[in-house]
């Protein structure tokens, strides 16, 4: 069974500082995706991870994957009052060819001014 | 641009009353999902379905079932509702043209008495 675990679950932080939300995953994985949801919203994509050793980055956000440790990191970089939200990684377990998500239980990040 | 539209974003039941919640999405997309948030536990996965009147049972079906009758829709129903499936239910969809873009509802929220 596929378990996938977001540390930490609360991050308070400050405007201008830097930091990483890490996602841990039981099984091997297909691919990996990284969404936010504001309050009471839907999810908002953010990244898909596909392949060891995929970076990518929009914004203050960069978001990296490491198959062989079944890792991926979510760093802020320079925070900014904006990006307070619930964070969430999702995996699709290989083989699973329905892309059926399990989801981490979200790191819900405050950025103080 | 992708749509997927759930009809009912706030709904408020009596326990045992039986429950629809729609799902429709405008891409020809051949797998959809329904998904249940709640506050710490992330979401979870009820139902999916990969094709007209296929369905598989996610992590959590119990006192959940679905109706797929047309490709583009795809239903929840709670045949007698209590107040533990008081919660947002998420649904998503995905298909072959999407590539690896997985697409969400608004969600709807809901509030068994």
């Known amino acids: 069974e596929l378990k996938v675990e977001q540390n930490p679950l609360f991050l308070s932080m400050q405007e201008g500082k830097n930091y990483t939300i890490y996602c841990n995953y039981s099984t091997t994985s297909d691919r990996l995706y990284w969404y936010r949801q504001d309050p009471g919203k839907s999810l908002e994509s953010l990244f898909v991870?596909?392949?060891?050793?995929a970076v990518k980055q929009e914004g203050r956000l960069m978001a990296s994957l490491d198959t062989k440790a079944r890792l991926s990191t979510l760093h802020i970089t320079a925070a900014v009052h904006d990006l307070s939200a619930t964070y969430f990684c999702?995996?699709?377990?290989?083989?699973?060819?329905?892309?059926?998500?399990?989801f981490g239980k979200g790191t819900k990040l405050s950025v103080i001014p | 641009d992708v749509k997927v539209t759930q009809s009912s974003r706030y709904l408020v039941k009596r326990t045992g009353e039986k429950v629809f919640l729609e799902c429709v999405q405008d891409m020809d997309h051949e797998n959809m999902f329904w998904y249940r948030q709640d506050p710490g536990l992330g979401l979870r996965l009820i139902y999916f379905s990969y094709d007209v009147k296929m369905k598989e049972k996610g992590d959590i079906p119990e006192g959940y079932s679905v109706s797929r009758e047309k490709k583009e829709r795809f239903s929840l129903i709670l045949e007698s509702a209590s107040t533990n499936q008081t919660s947002m239910y998420l649904c998503?969809?995905?298909?072959?043209?999407?590539?690896?873009?997985?697409?969400f509802g608004e969600g709807s929220w809901l509030t068994v008495v």
């Open positions: 998503a969809s995905h298909g072959q043209s999407s590539g690896n873009t997985i697409y």
């Open positions: 999702a995996v699709v377990e290989s083989g699973a060819g329905s892309y059926q998500l399990t």
């Open positions: 991870l596909l392949s060891n050793g």
